[in-house]
């Protein structure tokens, strides 16, 4: 069985917010965009808090499941 590459998911309601991805690696490549039109991409900081996580930092508080996320190991 092929191991996962990418994991994909909703998050929101705080100004920090931990995506259990479960990838295994810090090395992975982090993408954060709008969950409505028009979908932009939204520049946050990001930290690989471990090899199986990460955490989305936001300058102010963002709606519950307002932000989707896409973490792909490389």
Request: contains cysteine; aromatic residues 6%; proline residues 1%.
């Amino acid at each position: 069985e092929k191991a996962a590459t990418e994991y994909t998911t909703t998050v929101g309601g705080s100004t920090s917010m931990v995506v259990i991805h479960n990838l295994d690696t810090r090395d992975v490549i982090v993408q954060v965009y709008e969950n409505g039109t028009p979908w932009e991409t939204v520049f946050c900081e990001v930290e690989r808090t471990t090899v199986n996580t990460v955490t989305i930092k936001t300058a102010s508080a963002v709606a519950a499941s307002a932000l989707k996320v896409l973490v792909q190991a490389v």
